[in-house]
Structures are given as structure tokens and as C-alpha cells.
């Protein structure tokens, strides 16, 4: 099968051009194409995943385009990266739509919301298997577009379009970057290739300085798509999407793909260490940054955003220090399925009670048994507490950063892995646990329906077990022979003992009504506490660089009018006056300007025949 | 064939004037029956032609023969492509002048004459010829932005009529002296560059008749400075001028770079060429600016002209076979999204009576799929990958890349704008709470879809495969390289 890769992505497509052309008329039935699209998708992408693990690869390229000497073909690849990715996507994205069934049900525009879903998939699987940059780089401004149309999906509320807005530009600032790198890689090695690339740059034998400004621009995608600092601000933005395209796109899969493409061409970055050192930098600070914000959100999707950009932060990490895209990797995929659960889970509370305010729920477990337990099994995979899947991806990371010369990343790694389980604990508490806050979004409250609850235990699973039982089996498949770098002992200890005293200090906190003191706390701390209210003022840099470029149109486009046009108008009027003699100039009558023409020709002839002849 | 294509339309201004003026639905009938007979001659003229070859469909006879000028017309792949270009879009324009209900008869007479103008430019091998096309073309526009124009209609098509004719007197002065040194007593195109491969053009002065010819056709692509009198144009022409304008005309400064003075003149064209680069990048970044200080749509539309053909410019300056491709390639492509631009400014006016884009909001619901055509062509002119846009600017910088490093990078800074303007653009039209006064719009309707879909269904085809006509501009474009020295 593994050479039938392309119908997997085909699959989602045919049901985006299905819900274009007949969608509306089907009324909510639609969904089905997309529902049943996936589950083909799905059998196809762990049928491949299961061939690949035993040893089959393929890769399929055709000619697409030739310009001169240049040809550049298309095709997909599949090997242990591309296989493992593709089953994650398609069975996650699988769960996601039949999850929105019912979150979805009688929305006015149910149609459009699975339109974009399923072109999403489709990008996003053409994505995971490309085998060039173009390709690649086409099917991730297709993913852009969807998660810009699905976050303002809603597009009735202002704000929801000017997070659409956002989140387009600010991942474009990420994409121009890339694009640099893509133009920089193909003026030395003539192709796309990601297979050809690293041994060209190798053999075209650059000096370190360019190879890491090439690295580094291709990063710059991913900063952007994977919300890493100073990029990050958009993504909490992309919170005003509905809660089925946070979880599918702002957790499991659109914000990984920058990881996977660093994944994909690291041979490239191998070839310069001191990009690897910036990664593993930006991703320890953007881990550590993200968790401290998340600390003090009320909002339970802005809080399970911050902890997005948090772990893409230690996918960075793993990145930069482990010396191999494995560890990195396995974090994104054991990512997925939890946070695509906690997503979903927290969507299931949303719909039960209409808010997103933590602060107006409260004692929700006995009202929706499986949602909360569901909930507490991802936010636990999140807080990396063994036995659960996050534990097993996340140490890998926190030891190689332990080994590494850089003690920073991994004091930053592991705050931040304290903090994680400590803002979870708190949202576990705050949510599921105590007495009802609002005693009227209580009584509201109920269990969501079949169709939503049980995606919830089929994404639980994994989320609990696949750390334990496949940590082992991933690392010798994406990267046979590969040795984990060890930080010690002591290294170990920290990473399994500060997310559980993260948790303790929560139930400590918010365990049982103590109010006073964190009114306390707050009053005390501050000048922290509004810090991180103001995520670190990072919102604020972004605006004022946004209102110095419209300052900047605004000029331009004055200059236009009163300078550029100024000159030209007063030139026309200094013509106007010496032509008052002659009133033919100024009358404007295409005759007089004609006879202008044929004058000018004429003396012009004249003139050339004096001098040429 | 060529000649039929390029006659057939003036040919049916005869025939309307014949036709009494209150006659409208004839007087259109007769004009979209030649403008689609001239389509069809051209449709052929693409299937007979190889794309192996170099000039085909080749008509050549004396014209003026004590001056040594020829009517000679022929196509190759740049040529045929711009054909086919002008083609769809006179249709197209032509179908979307429903709203000229004043004098219709003149303004089709004109419209054909423009289009016989715009097909002779094309496919013209002779240099006077060349002149004469583009002289002819700009009288019907001046006309048609005279008299059914809107706004300060007189003042921009008097500013249009000065800054072309200032360029094509620059220009024949130019050509002239070109034709004066050779000494060669042949203004053939195919001729000369036959002298230019053999490096037995003179050189004297070489550097001053570029500089002649360059500025007329920069004039006509609208590059800063020079482009103050297309933002003028383009909002006060009626709609069809306006799709003429910018998704043809302006194509002709381009077209003329390649053909003649980049093509002819090719070691004043290096001479210059990180000149023409500096301009294109300048063009592309203010046009983007000044298009995201705009209030009016379709100022709005007309400044991302601009900016676009900075692009162009700045492929046909780096002179690689990637960039000039790139280059045609954003030629075409963006005659049919900025068609499609200014076919939406029409429909939303249409129904508002307004460009003011602070009016607007909350638009997606009550234009029917008009709100999604829209979104379309945004992201369409946004650059967005699997549309025809990307990939013309993509292998325009992809190809200047080894050229202009520095360029490129600052052309990088106006993507980014091009996104934002194009981004605030739907924000401000579609989103946002409905407006009372918008609630109830009549949807867009069968006509106005005739006109946008075909250029929305070419915009992703040749985005997915833009082979189909890269294919045909191998050769044209390795023998402009092949000049110019490059790669």
C-alpha cells in the first residue's frame, strides 16, 4: 500500500469538492463525506504506518515543471517519518470530525466549517508526505488559509476576523522567512528535494556563516506556523475559532508541522550547529515563557493554548540538543493525541455550560463523568506525570538538554515543566472540583452526546498508554542505532519530581476554597502577576509594529498624493501657463495632443538624421 | 490566421456602424460575436502552434518599403500567450460592459478598435508596426475614460493621454536612433536580433536609445515614478477600461521590455539592469504601502497593480531564465486576478453605490457566493500557493535570488504588506457585524458569475499546472537569456 500514499490526502480533497459542489444542498448529511473519507484515510494511514514499520518505503515522483534547465518534479515520499506523522494525522483528524458532528450540529454554516476541515486534512497530509520544498510549502499556505477561515469561521464578530487577520499575517512574516531559504537552498543546490539538499549544501562546501543563515531562515517558517517566540501572539488569538479547529489545528496538527518540517530537513540543520543552538534556545525560552502565562489565564482554552506553544516549545528543544529529530518528534505525536483530547474535552465543558470562564464553572465531575475523566487523563499526559504518554516524550528532551553544554535550556525546560503541571492542576481544579462557582451555569450543565464523548476515550487511549508501551519502538524506527544523550541522575530526578510537586503546589492552592490567599498572593506578587497578565507585553510589541508599518503606508501614500502628483499636476499647470499663447496645449483635445505627437516625431527624425547620417 | 484574429474585432466596429444606436442588445451581440470569432482565431492559432519552434503563423510583406518598414506579424510562445491574454479578457471586459448604457454603440466601436490595437502589439515583428499598434491603443482609451468614466474622468484621461504619448515620443526617438545607427535599413525584430546574436549591432549611444525606449514602456507598466497617472486611470475608467487597463495594457510595457528593448539592446540592458531591479523593488514596496493607506476599493486594487508589476520588472531586470519565466508567468497571472478585482469592485458598487471600504462590513452572508469570489481573489492576489500568483512571484525571486540577494530580500518586505492589505481588505468588506443598509443585497447573479468563474478556474489551473504555458515560453525566453548573457 505504501506505494498508494497519495490516496490518503486524495481522500479528504474529494470531500472538500464534494462539500463545495453539493454540500449545501445535503444540508447537515454533508458531514458524512468527510466522516467517511477520514475513517478510509485512517485504515489506509495505519495499514502504511503498519507496512512501514516492517521495513517497505516508497517514493513516487512525476514531472511537473520545467523552466529552462531547471525541472522540478512532485511527488510524496514515505518512510518512518512520513508514516508514523500520516497515521497520528489521519486518525486524529478522524476522531476530530465525528467529534464536530455533534459540537457542530445546527450551525448556520455546518457546510463551510466541514468544507475547510476537509481541505485542511488534505493539506496538512500532502504536507506530511511531500517530497520537496515546493510542494511542502504549497500545501502549508493551504493550511494557513483554512486555519485563517476557520478561525473566523464566525466572521460576524469582529473579533474573531481580526484574529483571522493575525494569525494569517503573523504566521506570513514566518512563511516570507522560508521562503528565503527555499530561494537561498535552490540558487546553491538547483532543487527542491529534500532528500538532495543536505548533500549539496554539503558538497557546495559554504562557509558556517551562510549555512546558518540558511537554517535559520528556513526556521523562521516554523517560528511562525509553530508559534515560537517573538511569533507566538497569534495563536492564543486563534482560540476565537470553534473549539474542533483548536484541537485539530492550533494543537495536534498545523502548529506541529513547523516541527515536522524541522524533522524533515534536519540534515540541513546538522550541517549547522549553530542553528541547532538558536533552536533549542528559542524553544527553552518559548517552553518557559508560554507556561508562565498559562499560569494566570481564567479562560480554559487560552490556558490549554499557552500550553500549545509551551510543549512546541520543548519540540524545539528536543530539536536543538538532542541531536536527532526523534525526541522532538515523539512529543509532537504524543502531543497530539493529548492535547487534541484536552481540546476536546474542554469543548465538551464548553458546550455543556457556554462559557470559557474557569471562574464560572466549578464541581463539574459529577455532572459529566467521562468528559472530566477524559480531561484528567490528557491534562495528566500534559503535566508529564509517569506513567502517562508525556512523561516518556518529554524526559528525553529534558536529559538531552540536561546533557548539553547549555545549563539554561534545561533549567528553563524543567521551571517550565513545573509550572505545566501546576497550571493544570489548577484547571483541573478549578473546572472539574470544589463547589459550583455559578450556581446557574451548574444547573445548565450536562454530558455531551455519544458522538462527542466517545472520540474523547478513543483519543484517551493513546494518550495514556503510548508513551508507555511504544517510547522504545519509535526511537528505533524513526532513528535506528541512535543514543539518547543521558543528563545523569540528578537530571532524571528533577524532570519526574518538579511536576509532581507542580501538582501539589496546585491542590495546595486551589485545592480546597482558599481564596484569601491567592488574593493574597496576587496582591503580593503584583508587578509578576500583571507581567504575565500582559503575556509578557509581547501583544503590544506586535501592535506598535503593526501601527508604525500603517504609519509608514500612511506617509507613502500621502507622499503619492500631494509630492509624486504635486510635481506632475504643477509641472501641468507651469505648461498650461506658458501654453496660453498657443491655447491649443491646454484645451486638452486629443487632436492638439496628437499634432504634439507627430511634431515630436518629426523633429526627432530631423534630429537623428543631422547626427546620424 | 494572426491577421484575422487581430482585424476581426475592428472589422466588427465596422459593422456597428451600421447599427442604429438605440439598438443596444444588437450593438452587444455584434461586438461579443467578433470579440469571441477573434478568441476562436486565436484558440486555433494555439493549437497549430509548436511550441519547438520560434515564430510561426509568420504574415511578412512590405508596408512602406522606402522606408523599409513591413507589415509583419508572427507569433512565438510570449506572443501567443499574451494573445491568448487579451483575448479572454476583451470577452470578458466585453460581457462586463452591461452597465455602459450611454452611447453604447461608440463605446464598442472603440472597445473593438482598442482590442485590435492590444492583439497587433502582441504579435507585431516589425518595430513601426510595433509604434503604430501602440499609439492607436491609447486613443479609444483616452475616450473611454473621457466620457464614461466617473469621478475627475476628464482630469485622468487627459494625465493618461500626456504621460503615454510623453513615453511613446521618448520612445519612437529611440527606435528611430536605433534604426539610424545599424545602418542595417530594417526595423524587423527577428532581423535585428539576429545582428544582436552576432554581436554586430553597433554599440554607440546604445545606452541612451535604451534609456529612450525603457521609459516609455516603464510609463506604460506603471513603475515608480512614473506611475502617478495610473491610479487616476484605473478608479475613474468605467470597469471594463479598467480590466483593459491594468489586465492588458500595462502588460504591454512588460511585453515591450522583452521584446524589444531588453531583447535588442541587450549590454545597455545589463548596463542598467540593477537600476531596473531597484525600481521594481521600490515599486512593489510603495505600491504595497500605498495600497494599504487606501479607503477607496478600488484605488486599493489599482496601487496592488502597481506593486505587481514591480515583480515583473524586477524578474525581467535579474535576466535568469527562472526569473523572466517567472515574470510572464505573473503577467498573465495577474491580468486575471486583477480582472477579477475589478470585476468584484464592480459588483459590490453596483449594488452599494459606494467604494468606501469603512461602509462596508459584514458583506459575506448578503452577497451570495460573490463573498467567496472575493475571498478568492484575495488570496489569489496574496500570493496564495496553488494559484497562479505564487508561482509567478515565486520563481520570479527564486530566479533573481543569484542576482539581486539584497533585492529579493526587500521584495520579501512587500509580500508581507501584500498580504496585509489584501487581508484587511475582506476584513473590512465581508466581516464584521452586517450593516443595517447592506442587509438584503440582490446576490450576485449568472452574468457577473460568467464573467469571474473562467478567470478564477484559469487562476487555480495554472496554478496546479503551470506547465501549460511555461512550456511554450522555453524557447522565447533561452533566446532572450541567450542575449542577455545569462543563465
Known sequence: ?613 | MLSVAVFLPLFGALVLLFVPEAQRRAVRAIALVFLSLSALAVLLIAIGFHAGQGLQFVEDVPWMPALHVNYFLAVDGLSLVMLGLTALLGLIAAIAAHGITERTKLFFILFLLLQTALLGIFCAEDLILFMFFFDVMLIPMYFMIGIWGSGRREYSAVKFLIYTIIGSVVMLIGILALYFHTGQQTFSIPELARLVASRRLPVVWEDWIFLAIVAGFLIKLGIVPLHTWLPDAYVDAPIPASLILAGVMSKVGAYGLLRVSQYLLPSAAQHFAALLAVLGVITIVYGALAATAQHDFKKLVAFSSVSHMGFVLLGIAAGTQLAITGAIFEMVSHGLVVGMLFLLVGVIYERTHTRELSRFGGMYASLGSGGGILGFAAMANLGLPALSGFIGEFFVLAGAFTVFRTEVFWAILGIVLIAGYNLWMLQKILMGPEREEWKGLPAINGRELVTLVPLMALCVLLGLFPNSIIHVLHLPVQQLVAHLGGQ
Open chain 1, 1 to 613: 500500500m505504501v506505494g498508494y500514499a497519495w490516496i490518503v490526502p486524495a481522500l479528504p480533497l474529494a470531500a472538500y469538492i464534494l462539500h463545495v459542489f453539493v454540500g449545501r444542498r445535503l444540508k447537515e448529511r454533508a458531514a458524512y463525506f468527510g466522516v467517511v473519507a477520514m475513517g478510509l484515510a485512517s485504515v489506509l494511514g495505519v495499514t502504511i504506518l503498519v507496512q512501514a514499520a516492517g521495513g517497505a518505503s516508497a517514493h513516487v515522483s512525476v514531472p511537473w515543471l520545467q523552466i529552462g534547465r531547471y525541472s522540478v518534479p512532485m511527488g510524496f515520499t514515505v518512510d518512518p517519518l512520513s508514516a508514523v506523522t500520516m497515521a497520528m494525522v489521519t486518525v486524529v483528524s478522524w476522531m476530530i470530525e465525528i467529534y464536530s458532528l455533534g459540537y457542530m450540529h445546527n450551525d448556520p454554516d455546518f457546510n463551510r466549517f466541514f468544507a475547510n476541515v476537509n481541505l485542511f486534512v488534505a493539506g496538512m497530509l500532502t504536507a506530511v508526505i511531500a517530497d520537496n520544498f515546493l510542494l511542502f510549502f504549497m500545501a502549508w499556505e493551504i493550511m494557513g488559509l483554512c486555519s485563517y477561515l476557520l478561525i473566523c469561521h464566525w466572521y460576524r464578530d469582529s473579533s474573531n476576523a481580526r484574529a483571522a487577520t493575525k494569525a494569517f499575517l503573523v504566521t506570513r512574516i514566518g512563511d516570507v522567512g522560508l521562503l528565503a531559504g527555499i530561494w537561498w537552498i535552490f540558487s546553491i543546490t538547483h532543487s527542491f528535494q529534500f532528500s538532495q539538499l543536505a548533500p549539496a549544501l554539503h558538497a557546495a562546501a559554504l562557509a558556517p556563516a551562510a549555512l546558518t543563515a540558511i537554517a535559520l531562515l528556513v526556521f523562521l517558517g516554523p517560528v511562525g506556523k509553530s508559534a515560537q517566540i517573538p511569533l507566538q501572539i497569534w495563536l492564543p488569538d486563534a482560540m476565537a475559532g470553534p473549539t474542533p479547529i483548536s484541537a485539530l489545528i492550533h494543537a495536534a496538527t498545523m502548529v506541529a508541522v513547523g516541527v515536522y518540517l524541522v524533522a524533515r530537513t534536519y540534515p540541513i540543520f546538522q550541517l549547522a550547529p549553530g542553528a541547532l543552538v538558536w533552536i533549542g534556545y528559542i524553544g527553552a525560552i518559548t517552553a518557559f515563557m508560554a507556561a508562565s502565562i498559562a499560569c494566570v489565564q481564567t479562560d480554559i482554552k487560552k490556558v490549554l493554548a499557552y500550553s500549545t506553544i509551551s510543549q512546541l516549545g520543548y519540540m524545539m528543544l528536543g530539536m536543538g540538543v538532542a541531536g536527532s529529530m526523534v525526541a522532538g518528534m515523539f512529543h509532537l505525536i504524543s502531543h497530539a493525541f493529548f492535547k487534541g483530547l484536552l481540546f476536546l474535552a474542554a469543548g465538551s465543558i464548553i458546550h455543556a455550560v457556554e462559557t470559557q470562564e474557569m471562574h464560572r464553572m466549578g464541581g463539574l465531575f459529577r455532572k459529566m463523568k467521562a468528559t472530566s475523566i477524559t480531561f484528567i487523563i490528557g491534562a495528566l499526559a500534559l503535566a508529564g506525570i509517569p506513567p502517562f504518554s508525556g512523561y516518556f516524550s518529554k524526559d528525553p528532551i529534558l536529559s538531552a538538554a540536561a546533557a548539553s553544554p547549555y545549563p539554561l535550556m534545561f533549567w528553563l525546560g524543567v521551571l517550565g515543566a513545573f509550572l505545566t503541571a501546576y497550571y493544570m492542576t489548577r484547571a483541573c481544579l478549578l473546572t472539574f472540583f470544589g463547589k459550583p462557582r455559578d450556581q446557574h451555569v451548574y444547573e445548565h450543565a450536562h454530558e455531551s452526546p455519544a458522538v462527542m464523548t466517545v472520540p474523547l476515550w478513543v483519543l484517551a487511549v493513546p494518550a495514556a498508554l503510548l508513551g508507555l508501551f511504544a517510547a522504545g519502538a519509535f526511537r528505533s524506527f524513526l532513528a535506528p542505532g541512535y543514543v539518547p544523550p543521558s543528563g545523569g541522575p540528578a537530571a532524571s530526578a528533577l524532570t519526574l519530581a518538579l511536576p509532581l510537586l507542580g501538582v501539589l503546589v496546585g491542590a495546595l492552592i486551589y485545592g480546597g476554597g482558599r481564596t484569601a490567599f491567592r488574593v493574597a498572593a496576587i496582591r503580593a506578587l503584583r508587578p509578576l502577576y500583571v507581567f504575565l497578565k500582559q503575556k509578557w507585553y509581547f501583544d503590544q510589541l506586535g501592535l506598535a509594529l503593526m501601527y508604525i508599518a500603517l504609519g509608514v503606508a500612511w506617509i507613502v501614500a500621502a507622499f503619492d498624493r500631494y509630492v509624486v502628483d504635486g510635481i506632475v499636476n504643477g509641472l501641468g499647470a507651469l505648461a498650461g501657463l506658458l501654453g496660453r499663447a498657443t491655447r491649443t496645449l491646454a484645451d486638452g483635445s486629443a487632436q492638439a495632443y496628437m499634432l504634439t505627437l507627430l511634431l515630436a516625431v518629426a523633429v526627432g527624425l530631423i534630429a537623428l538624421q543631422l547626427i546620424g547620417g
